[in-house]
């Protein structure tokens, strides 16, 4: 068994040694990406032509399609990524301490972004276009997103702060385990931006579970829930889910809207996006006279 192991680290390793010098000049030519937004940004920034392999839950641009994965967000398959002989591998520092050191043993170059506010979106499609060599590309990716970010705020600027939850992870069909985004998340500032407000309590990195008392005293105007779950005849009644809570203002009034664009739980040049369809739900007075 210790030969069997030792025998397969040292293939890998025959293939691994190389790309040391491959990556050590250069702008990659075969870059491996471990999570959406990254995938995203690579092509956002003209750089998705080199990507030889994605993680399983990239579903943009089309094309990934046809590209090999690599395994899930947190467990990421290092024997795949070897075999691939990438010479760059992108992640987020979120994902740095379930991979980064393993990459490192092969001696596999690795990027990981920040990917938590909208700060770390802008500094991660930077951080991209640094690495591979498309500089000006990011840079008018940038400038892009921070002006479709504008227009939405322009809309909403001088209409009321509506109050809103927004449910990140729930199990389906129930008000259990449920996760929100909180302050500190591009999500909550992306709400902010949309003319609301978001108002779970300060959470780490972002997030945190929230009970169902908690809900009731924060009584929002609006819930966003974003849906995981199955599409189709064997989708969840999202109003009779949350009629668990019937005396929730928000609930009361119907005000509870599912959403389930993929690009939403991804920290992306996609943030703009996000913004003008949260906008929409929280004030749709604010684009009745458009329907781009």
């Known amino acids: 068994m210790v030969y069997g192991l030792g025998r397969f680290l040292a293939q890998l390793l025959l293939i691994a040694l190389p790309l040391l010098a491959a990556s050590a000049g250069g702008n990659p030519q075969r870059i491996v990406s471990l999570s959406p937004n990254t995938t995203e ?49 992108v992640l987020t520092d979120a994902q740095a301490p379930f991979i980064v050191d393993k990459l490192q043993t092969f001696g596999l170059r690795s990027l990981a972004v920040p990917s938590r506010t909208l700060a770390d979106v802008f500094a991660a499609i930077g951080s991209l276009g640094e690495a591979t060599g498309n500089r000006q590309r990011a840079a008018e990716l940038i400038s892009r997103t921070h002006s479709a ?27 259990t385990e449920l996760y929100v985004a909180t302050e500190g998340s591009y999500l909550a500032e992306l709400i902010e931006i949309a003319g609301g407000h978001s108002i779970a309590a300060p959470a780490k990195a972002g997030y945190g579970k929230i009970s169902q008392e908690a809900i009731l005293t924060l009584n929002p105007e609006l819930i966003i829930d974003i849906v995981h779950g199955s599409k189709g005849m064997f989708s969840e009644d999202l109003q009779q889910v949350w009629n668990e809570l ?11 809207y599912p959403v389930d664009d993929n690009f939403i739980p991804h920290a992306s040049q996609f943030v703009a996006d996000t913004a003008r369809l949260f906008a929409r739900i929280i004030h749709p007075e604010a684009f009745q006279e458009s329907r781009n």
């Not at 579903?59 to 395994?71: F, I, N, S």
């Open 41 to 89: 940004i690579l092509d956002g920034i003209g750089a998705f032509d080199r990507v030889i392999g994605v993680s399983r839950y990239c579903v943009y641009p089309p094309a990934v399609a046809k590209l090999p994965r690599v395994g899930g967000w947190e467990n990421s398959d290092i024997e795949k990524i070897v075999a691939l002989r990438p010479d760059l591998v």
């Open 149 to 175: 970010l504008e227009q939405v705020r322009a809309r909403t600027k001088i209409l009321p702060r509506r109050t809103v939850l927004l449910s990140v992870s729930r199990t389906p069909g129930s008000l």
């Open 246 to 256: 019937p005396e929730l203002r928000a609930v009361r009034e119907r005000h509870i």
